[in-house]
């Protein structure tokens, strides 16, 4: 992997794991086109990428990482068992899935989803909840069986739990915060997983690589979530849905 090789992924993974539209999927898909092996050291630097999507958001919501949110975390938690636990027991199965034909379906799938859940999503005519801290026990328990749907690559875990949180009656805007903060212990499981696995890896002569992914993607993934806020009080998740759909078109016929 090159410096360039570095920038170009630390973008696409700042840009990407916090929007509907699947990190994983466009890393598969961009690595395949620069010929990025999938080797030890390339595993250690998605490790890396990860790593500063995760410190995005906690620069971006400080405010609820303390002692006194105590409330709003045993949700967040609770959301994140399913997938936890899911990912845990059949990890062999979900490695398995990986592969660019896969990652074009379920993009499609996916964006027909959005498409749905937007034509019967209507504020107007109902309550909906618009602060993350008033979603219930068993709101956040339907979102993180929503999320299982993530190991599915090309899916998205933003736009698997942010479609359960519309479902349930999130925001468009709590729903992606929700989002945001469950992908917290969601990514620090997964990150401490790999690095784990991965650690011999962080030698020296990767120490640049390593350095350049982790300041683009953090930069890139902080002002990602900020961005994404204030496209959401204008607009909907319809433009999102459409992407996927042609992003998932493009691939099975360059395939």
């Not at 250690?44 to 995760?54: E, M, S, T």
């Not at 919501?61 to 990912?87: H, M, N, Q, R, S």
């Not at 990602?224 to 204030?230: D, P, Q, R, S």
Request: contains cysteine.
């Amino acid at each position: 992997m090159t410096i360039f090789d570095s920038i170009i992924l630390g973008i696409i993974e700042g840009f990407t794991e916090f929007l509907p539209i699947s990190s994983t999927g466009h890393l598969i898909v961009a690595s395949q086109f620069l010929g990025i092996d999938q080797s030890e050291a390339t595993k250690a630097y998605q490790v890396i990428i990860q790593f500063a999507a995760i410190l995005a958001v906690v620069f971006n919501y400080k405010e609820k990482f303390t002692l006194e949110k105590i409330d709003l975390w045993t949700k967040i938690i609770l959301a994140f068992l399913p997938i936890g636990t899911v990912g845990f027991i059949f990890s062999s199965e979900i490695k398995a899935l990986f592969s660019v034909e896969v990652v074009a379906v379920m993009f499609i799938v996916g964006g027909v989803i959005f498409l749905v859940v937007e034509k019967f999503f209507i504020p107007k005519e109902k309550m909906l909840i618009d602060d993350v801290e008033e979603v219930t026990l068993k709101q956040s328990m339907f979102i993180g069986f929503a999320q299982i749907f993530a190991l599915i690559p090309g899916t998205s875990r933003a736009g698997a739990t942010i479609i359960g949180a519309l479902v349930v009656g999130l925001s468009r805007k709590a729903s992606a915060e929700f989002s945001f903060l469950l992908a917290f212990p969601v990514m620090c499981a997964v990150t401490a997983y790999d690095l784990v696995k991965h650690y011999h890896e962080f030698t020296n002569e990767n120490l640049t690589i390593l350095a350049v992914g982790f300041v683009v993607s953090f930069v890139v993934a902080y002002l990602t979530i900020k961005l994404f806020l204030v496209f959401l009080e204008k607009f909907t998740f319809v433009s999102f849905g459409i992407y996927r759909i042609i992003f998932g078109v493009l691939l099975l016929i360059l395939l």
